[in-house]
């Protein structure tokens, strides 16, 4: 565990580089999610510990783990956009605005648009208006921007093995 930072008023992991309000936080977060590196986190890292580099920040990490891990970070400051306008307040989930598919987690979310809605990036960067929804859901009352949306939306949502004319996933 590394100690105080005081120009971030917080506890940083010294092996993902992650912020805790808390001492007891950071314990818990070594614990739990660095058990595989253990043998680190009781001594100073030298050189030689840091193999493995970030190409987009420059950090350095002790495993090949812990650097994928930071990567997917970054992957996810891109979609960074998303978080306050797909996060519904009321019944504390993410949802896609493209499919209205609802997930628990922003990185879920994430995950989901960069496999199923990555040619889709600028739609997921314009405000939708009412209008555009012309691709009416004939199982519910969602409507779609595009045609492939609506496929989409039906094959996951009233379909049983039922195939799509413009799936991206088919």
């Known amino acids: 565990t590394e100690a105080f930072d ?11 580089y992650t912020n805790f309000k808390s001492f ?5 977060h070594t614990v739990a999610i660095h058990k595989n590196e253990s043998e680190f986190l009781n001594r100073e890292l030298t050189a030689s510990d840091l ?5 987009e920040c420059g950090k350095k990490f002790v495993t090949k783990d812990l650097v994928k891990s930071h990567r997917r970070k970054h992957a996810s400051e891109k979609f960074e956009f998303l978080r306050k306008e ?6 504390n989930i993410y949802r896609c605005k493209l499919c209205y598919t609802n997930y628990k987690s922003f990185s879920s979310l994430v995950s989901h648009t960069i496999a ?3 040619e889709d990036m600028e739609l997921l960067q314009t405000k939708i208006e009412e209008n555009e929804l012309v691709h009416n859901c004939s199982e519910c009352d969602y409507r779609f921007v595009t045609e492939p949306l609506l496929d989409y939306h039906n094959s996951r949502s009233h379909s049983l093995n039922q195939e799509t004319k413009h799936c991206k996933l088919c």
């Open 6 to 16: 005081p120009t971030e008023n917080r506890y940083r992991c010294k092996l993902c």
């Open 24 to 28: 007891s936080t950071l314990v818990s």
């Open 51 to 55: 193999k493995y580099n970030c190409g």
């Open 86 to 91: 797909a996060f519904d307040k009321l019944e």
């Open 116 to 118: 199923i809605h990555k």
